[in-house]
């Protein structure tokens, strides 16, 4: 049996289930065909909980891009999410710890976990996929994805994995990941 890692990076307030399922789809078919035999897919993720969104023309949804990829690989029987301790579900970050001694939000902890959960990866043997959910660029957010997301995928990038980035519109490219 061949296991395929999978490690998602992605805003927290990312809300497309339907991108994430089709992002899962493409996984599924893409090694499909390159790994033979049968797969298990073990599931990497920042274990960040889900937060109401207002989306314009949608209205209130629940929103976060590893709440989503959780749930969506909690309904495929061969898709198993790895713990980052036994009992911790997913990598998250210690937000408290890495505080700004001003008190403000912010702080290293994000990076930090992302960087922890790309190391994960690398120790890990058989193929490796990095999977990107991304904020489109929007009034609300004029930037597009947090630095949290491109930071994690330039880490990748430097590392050699092989990543894609959900088809949404994103200003990062192969170049700024390398």
Known sequence: ??????????????????????????IEADF???????????LIHRAC??????VPGVGMVQASADWLAHHEAVR????????????????????????????RRGGPAG???????????LKQ??????????????????KGTTSGTKGCLKLVGKAGLRWWVAPL???IDAEDAA
């Open 49 to 54: 909980p889900p937060r109401p969104v207002k």
């Open 1 to 26: 049996m061949t296991t395929i890692w999978v490690l998602v990076t992605g805003s927290r307030q990312f809300w497309r289930a339907d991108v994430v399922r089709v992002a899962f789809d493409a």
């Open 32 to 42: 499909g065909w390159r790994e033979p035999g049968p797969h298990t897919f073990r």
């Open 169 to 171: 519109d994103m200003e």
């Open 111 to 121: 990076h930090i976990r992302n960087a922890q959960m790309v190391k994960h990866l």
């Open 125 to 142: 043997g058989g193929p490796k996929i990095v999977v990107g959910f991304p904020l489109l660029v929007t009034k609300q957010h004029p």
């Open 76 to 103: 495929r029987p061969h898709w198993l999410i790895v713990e980052s301790e036994p009992g911790i579900v997913g990598f998250p970050a210690l937000w408290e710890a890495y505080r700004p001694a001003s008190g």
